[in-house]
């Protein structure tokens, strides 16, 4: 069972060039062949596949927590795609001044047709995302491999949106996930090595640049985010820790194993689309619910 938060890992700042272009571009981490969803997807069902855990629980629990931060990063992705896309059509209830003008000139017109001007489960090229990209063989030794390259194709994957988009929101977002993606790679180097004796982080990093050359990554790096594995579960996978041990083959420093979730930050709350009327409900009384707590005696 999942319990959820309404928070997201990183505070996200509001895009000082808002663009549907870069946030078609950002929708590859999203919904693309390694994008979030297909981390997300693809630790979740090898979680629920899992056979043989009293044998080999520590695997089971490892991955099972690496599904549950995948959760938190389509979040934050989707966020940063809704924050993206806000304001870049005129705004306003007259259909007939063609407020949407501009979305024919996007390269996802799905933003403006299909959604509120918000991310859609697809890829940069507007490829609806599909459980093809989800690889549960039942073998665990084949599992742990695929997920190091999947997170290693992400990797490559967020780099080079990176160098695509230069607004700061989408910079934020992909400099936090570089480092929260490069605890995956090591997780599952780590995997492979408690698994195989096979020193995989010898192979790392791949791509070969270094999270230091992006700011947005550094900052977190000094604040030793890339040291930390979480659970997410307030008492369950703990044997996870049991892998994540010893220190970063890049730095040396220690390794940190941490029963629960990290705080998080409050989402934004996305702003009006009157013209797409999204959210609409103009009709609503905002006074409604405040009378129906103050009956029932709850704080709203
Ligand atoms: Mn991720
Ligand atoms: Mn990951």
Request: proline letters at 7%; charged letters at 25%.
């Amino acid at each position: 069972m999942i319990l959820k938060m309404d928070r997201l890992p990183i505070e996200l700042p509001t895009p000082k060039n808002p663009s549907p272009n870069s946030a078609a571009a950002v929708q590859e981490l999203l919904g693309g062949k390694f994008g979030e969803m297909s981390t997300l997807m693809n630790y979740t069902y090898q979680s629920f596949n899992f056979r043989g855990r009293k044998k080999l629980r520590p695997f089971y629990d490892l991955i099972c927590s690496i599904a549950g931060e995948e959760y938190g990063h389509i979040e934050v992705v989707s966020y940063t795609i809704n924050l993206l896309l806000s304001g870049v059509t005129k705004r306003g209830i007259d259909p007939t001044v063609t407020p949407l003008a501009n979305g024919t000139d996007a390269r996802n017109t799905r933003h403006f047709i299909a959604s509120g001007q918000t991310a859609l489960p697809m890829d940069s090229q507007g490829d609806f995302w599909t459980g093809g990209n989800v690889f549960s063989s039942g073998n665990l030794k084949l599992d742990l491999l695929h997920n190091f390259f999947l997170e290693c194709g992400a990797r490559g994957n967020k780099m080079r949106v990176y160098e695509m988009v230069e607004d700061r929101t989408a910079r934020e977002m992909v400099g936090y996930l570089l480092v929260r993606g490069g605890i995956h790679i090591v997780a599952y180097a780590k995997a492979l090595e408690k698994l195989t004796g096979v020193d995989v982080t010898k192979l790392l990093p791949i791509p070969d640049l270094s999270n230091d050359a992006f700011p947005e990554a550094k900052k977190h790096m000094q604040n030793k985010v890339h040291l930390k594995l979480y659970t997410f579960s307030q008492e369950d996978y703990k044997q996870a820790g049991l892998i994540w041990t010893g220190t970063h083959p890049e730095d040396g420093q220690p390794l940190e194993f941490i029963q629960g979730s990290p705080e998080g930050f409050p989402a934004p709350d996305l702003d009006e689309e009157p013209q797409l009327n999204a959210p609409g409900a103009d009709e609503i009384d905002p006074e409604m619910f405040a009378d129906i707590a103050k009956k029932l005696g709850v704080k709203f």
